[in-house]
């Protein structure tokens, strides 16, 4: 992995602590206040719920160096996995609803992270497609995990929390900020205890980890565990509070790498970098195709625009890599330092 | 059953999952050849063997002979293979290899999306002109389209193999392969090496893209044959040529053996599981894959 700078800031000196909060106050008056429905289902909703499967792949990957290439499977995973506890056992509480996807998809994920033990680098990441392919086999092939349903798509239930329906735009916007914000904080502890420092020590240095007594194999299972529940809770907010359908088509290997590029772009080993790059991710394609009929007009058709988008997406990712591997948050506070010097 | 196995049968599925093996043997060719000169594991070498096919298919389809169309594939594929280590490998020298590995993700996506921007994303037939009829062995029946594929790879190998081993190009590759800063203290200048490996690689993409083109037909799905390529290299290791033959053998033999005599205890379509079970198990067994070097670890 390449080395990353550890955030040096203390964690709630008076800036970061009063950005935090800024952040939040918007996210949580303002924008329900300002923004249309539209930007809160087409936007914010899906930042949301990739913004925290990137959070949970850069436990593993940014802090742990473990690259993995089957997010998508454990996101399967939780979203499976709350859909039929809903279905199955009517009444059960929302947030246990979240644990019990999330434990289920840290289960798979343990078993899909055993191979860490003993691989390493490209030979794990090729194995964690093993997961990606079996989980999406089985869930297609098995239907009971969708509840006999032929097509496969499968409406998801109402949300609602203690008899508050969280349904409307709005609600599922607040539902999933909830989550995020309290999973983000959690994350935000992990990496600042020990245990944190025990994935960096194991990402830079093995060896040299397990000499200084790190537990290694306990804490690169650990890595696993933790990443996949929270990239499996992320699955449960992209199917019930973004699409309100289950469907395996949509937690393929281009949802994968989707989210790997998210880390990549918004900078590995950063809590940030997953809501930078989350957002790059899903402003982009709007952008660009705004961009594209504006300059080609009718030639920009939507075939057109799908290939473009991955090669703007493809060479985003090769800049980022030489240019700036620290991602977009490196951009940023170079940028704040620039503009707002002393903070 | 009772009693009897039906060896003649067995025989044929493993006939035709050693030659279907062949084909994967062939994808994962192109990889060895640039991890083991530049240490990088290039994921975009199945969309180079999509860009190879389509590009010949259009040609041909714009009327040209098929002699000029390959011509000119050939020279599009050593400029792509140029082009790819000008503007991202050296930039990237001396970064960790999972960063290099990253960067061919990005750059998987860029070349598909430029093949089927220039190209179309239309599905194109191929035909090379083999007739598949099926021939018969003493009673086992083995396609001829498969036996062209598996001569064509070993006439590949064959002369990887001589070009290794007995020209100064080989030479030089085997030396950066072996140990890039004594390559470069002799004198070996590596960007030359690498551009010359990417665009070999680039031509084993082309041969790649032919065969599995007629196959398939010419489409996006091309591009996906480089994840039935991986757990062929994780089996015989990531830096071995008859690595690469010996596991696509196993891997096509496992899955055609599995699909027909365990898939129906799964309820079928295991094939997109089951090469990297296999490779998972043995992984865990041999990590350094059959024939791959065995890292020394360093602090």
Known sequence: MTAVTIESRKPFSLPGWAATAAVLGVAYVGVPLLASNYVLEALLIPFLALSLAALGLNVLTGYAGMVSLGSAAFMAVGAYTAYNVALRLPGTPLPLVLAVAGFAAAAIGLLFGLPSLRLRGFYLAVSTLAAQFFVQWALTKFDWFSNGNSSGVIDTPPLSVFGIGFDGTIGRYLFALTVVTVITFLVHRLVISQTGRNFIAIRDNETAARVIGVPVLRTKLLAFGISSFIIGVAGVLWAFAYLRTVEPAGFNLDRSFQILFIIIIGGLASIRGAFFGAALIVVFPLVLSRLGSFLLGGLFDSGVLDMSQRIVLGALIIIFLIAEPDGLVALWDRFRRRVFPGT | ?299
């Open chain 2, 1 to 299: 059953m009772d009693g009897g196995f039906d060896w003649s049968f067995f025989v044929e599925v493993l006939t035709g999952g050693l030659l279907s093996g062949v084909m994967y043997s062939l994808v994962a060719i192109g990889f060895v050849l640039i991890y083991k000169t530049s240490g990088v594991l290039n994921f975009a070498q199945g969309s180079m063997v999509l860009f190879a096919a389509l590009t010949f298919v259009s040609l041909l389809e714009k009327g040209m002979p098929f002699a000029v169309a390959l011509a000119l594939t050939l020279i599009a594929m050593i400029l792509l293979g140029l082009a790819i280590e000008r503007a991202v490998l050296r930039p990237l020298v001396n970064k960790a290899p999972i960063t290099l590995f990253m960067a061919t993700l990005g750059l998987a996506y860029v070349i598909e999306g430029s093949a089927q921007l220039i190209w179309g994303t239309q599905v194109h037939g191929l035909d090379l002109g083999i007739e598949d009829v099926p021939l018969e062995f003493s009673g086992v029946l083995v396609s001829t389209f498969d036996l062209f594929a598996a001569g064509v790879a070993a006439v590949m190998v064959i002369a990887l193999t001589l070009f290794f081993r007995y020209t100064r190009v080989g030479l030089a590759f085997r030396a950066v392969a072996d140990d890039q800063f004594a390559a470069l203290a002799v004198g070996l200048r590596l960007p030359h090496i690498w551009a010359t490996v990417w665009a070999a690689a680039g031509i084993v993409a082309l041969v790649a893209g032919l065969l599995w083109g007629a196959r398939l037909g010419v489409q996006f799905s091309l591009s996906l044959i480089v994840l039935k390529a991986l757990p062929v290299l994780v089996l015989g290791g990531f830096d071995s040529i008859a690595g690469a033959i010996v596991g696509g053998l196993i891997i096509g033999a496992t899955e055609k053996l599995g699909e027909v005599y365990i898939g129906d205890y799964f309820g079928g379509g295991i094939e997109s599981w089951l090469a990297y079970a296999v490779a998972l198990v043995f992984l865990l067994i041999k990590p350094s894959g059959l024939f791959g070097q065995k890292l020394v670890e360093r602090v």
